[in-house]
């Protein structure tokens, strides 16, 4: 499903942010992205949605490089993957329900579809009664259950989410959690950056670290790690 | 299909909502289009009055027309006729009264002849018009004409042709010169509009990329608010050099300027090729304005 393999990545600053990355996520999946402030899990994430170029390596999404892909071609290729922000990023002046349709009105989906379409990601969510709401009468736990029910209502095969529970409580954290294991039961694959210890100890799926760009450990139903490389 | 249709319509609407919410910044980029075409248009109107001026004089390049006073008896004609056809050179001597004249005048001006019905006297003046063997005798004949007494003007084109052409010229160069500096201008006065939209839009516009919206969804919309403050800004222009060149014409054809008017361009003529042209021009510079404000903006 994504694959890394030698991957680099240099900023024009000549920050080496990964190096030599080799990775391969199978479909399914549920991957937590581990590893100091600065190690490269966001550089990682821009990588897959083609923000950034690598500087060498390539990088397969469903059995394509996209490292190849032409500019032009980039919307289609996130058109496969959901992202989801720690800020959210939602928009205020729309409603909850018109945050997410909007994902499905600009690659032009069928009114009827959007219709029966995002009333049932809200629900998946658990934002049915919040569907008229704007953004600033929610909790900052709601507002990430938006911003995932925009990020699956067009059914990508991937969902991404860079440190989603980074601004939550961590009551609010776990319910979000719950949400993005949902979604992976349900066939996504899903992959997390994140600073959350006890999510990643708790949960028991595959943790990959990373430590000054360099893929340190890849361990299945692994923990978040030493006090050493986590802060 | 369908889809693509939905999608166009989609950025038509966002686009005519961009210029709603704009309209403020909207009416200098309205009023700079304007001015350029207003500007032109007067430069094309010039330009136009020349080259009639010049093509009515080339017709007589081979002629030379002499208008006579006023209460000549007839024998002061019969002189002033045998005189010339003793002229070496000359090949025909052909009367017009003024009669005849204004019926002339009549025909060319088509549509606007009307104006000329209501006049009280005859403006115009017998004429003749002698044609040469050969613009070689030109010269000669006029000085002799000069001489002959009942003969108020000659007109002998050549040198006046030559001066139109000259300032024909000049008016074209420093016209496409001030039009060109001038579309600078209003393409970087809607380029600002279509970023205040774009900075106001940022957010939603990074959203749209990582939904995977393509780059013509996200562009459309300030293309087609460009293009619209473009279109109405030809609209403005187009109405105000319709209304301004009609109550020209017809105030000058009201004060009898006549020798004036033969070479004015009608207006029923002019405003539709002007249109055309306008419109052209003013979305040309509408879209581009916007282009060159997406540029910087949507590299992501
Ligand atoms: N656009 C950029 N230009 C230059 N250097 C950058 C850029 N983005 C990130 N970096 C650098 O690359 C390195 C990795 O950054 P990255 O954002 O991937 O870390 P991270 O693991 O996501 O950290 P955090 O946990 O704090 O979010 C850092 O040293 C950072 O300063
Ligand atoms: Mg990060």
Redesign the pocket.
Same mark, same amino acid.
């Given at each position: 499903m994504i694959e890394f393999q030698n991957v680099d990545k240099e900023?024009?600053?000549n920050?080496r942010?990964l190096v030599n990355i080799n990775l391969k996520i199978h479909k399914g999946e549920f991957v937590f992205l581990v590893?100091?402030?600065?190690?490269?899990?966001?550089?990682?994430i821009?990588l897959l949605l083609k923000e /950034?170029e690598p500087t060498a390596g390539r990088i397969i999404l469903n059995n394509m490089d996209i490292t190849k892909v032409k500019n032009r071609r980039i919307p289609y290729i996130r058109r496969n993957i959901g992202v989801v922000f720690q800020d959210f990023r939602l928009l205020p002046n729309k409603t909850v329900y018109e945050n997410v349709a909007f994902a499905m009105e600009i690659i032009g989906a069928h009114p009827k579809e959007i219709r029966r379409k995002v009333p049932m990601v809200l629900s998946m969510v658990d934002l049915s009664r919040k569907a008229s709401s704007f953004p600033d009468q929610l909790s900052g736990g709601e507002r990430q259950r938006v911003s995932i029910a925009r990020a699956i209502v067009n059914s990508p095969p991937v969902l991404i989410a860079? /440190?989603p529970t980074g601004n939550l409580d961590p009551d609010t954290a776990w319910e979000i959690m719950k949400v993005l294991s949902d979604i992976n039961g349900r066939g996504t694959t899903v992959l997390m950056?994140t600073?959350a210890k006890d999510i990643v100890n708790s949960m028991k799926k595959r943790v990959v670290e990373?430590h000054e760009?360099r893929l340190i450990r890849d361990e299945q139903k692994g923990g978040y790690g030493n006090e050493i490389t986590s802060f | 299909m369908a889809m693509r249709l939905r999608v166009f319509k989609n950025i038509i609407k966002q686009g005519f909502q961009g210029m709603w919410r704009n309209r403020g910044m909207g009416i200098a980029s309205v009023s700079s289009i304007s001015a350029v075409l207003l500007i032109l248009g007067v430069v094309l109107i010039l330009i136009l009055t020349i080259n009639n001026i010049v093509l009515e004089t080339k017709t007589k390049f081979d002629e030379i027309q002499i208008y006579l006073e006023d209460g000549l008896s007839n024998a002061d004609y019969d002189r002033i006729e045998n005189r010339i056809r003793d002229m070496e050179g000359v090949l025909s001597l052909v009367f017009i009264s003024k009669e005849q004249g204004l019926e002339i005048m009549k025909e060319g001006w088509e549509e606007e002849a009307y104006l000329l019905e209501g006049l009280e006297e005859n403006p115009l003046q017998d004429s003749y018009i002698i044609q040469l063997l050969d613009i070689k005798y030109a010269e000669e004949i006029v000085s002799n004409l000069r001489n002959i007494e009942g003969i108020e003007d000659v007109k002998y084109y050549q040198d006046v042709i030559d001066k139109l052409m000259l300032v024909a010229n000049y008016i074209r160069f420093g016209g496409i010169v001030i039009i060109g500096a001038l579309m600078l201008v209003s393409i970087f006065i809607i380029s600002n509009t279509i970023k205040v939209t774009v900075t106001a839009r940022r957010r939603e516009i990074n959203i749209m990329k990582y939904v995977g919206a393509t780059n013509g969804y996200i562009r459309g919309p300030f293309i087609i608010e460009g293009i619209l403050f473009g279109l109405i800004g030809a609209a403005v222009s187009i109405l105000i050099i319709k209304f301004g060149y009609e109550y020209f014409f017809k105030s000058v054809n009201d004060k009898l300027y006549l020798l004036f008017t033969v070479y004015l361009v009608p207006p029923t003529l002019l405003i539709k090729d002007i249109a055309i042209i306008f419109t052209a021009i003013g979305v040309g510079i509408g879209a581009l304005g916007s282009l060159v404000s997406l540029k910087r903006f949507l590299n992501v």
């Open positions: 900023y024009d600053n920050v942010a590893g100091s402030s600065g190690a490269g899990k966001s550089t990682l821009k /950034e860079d /440190e950056a600073h990373i760009g | -």
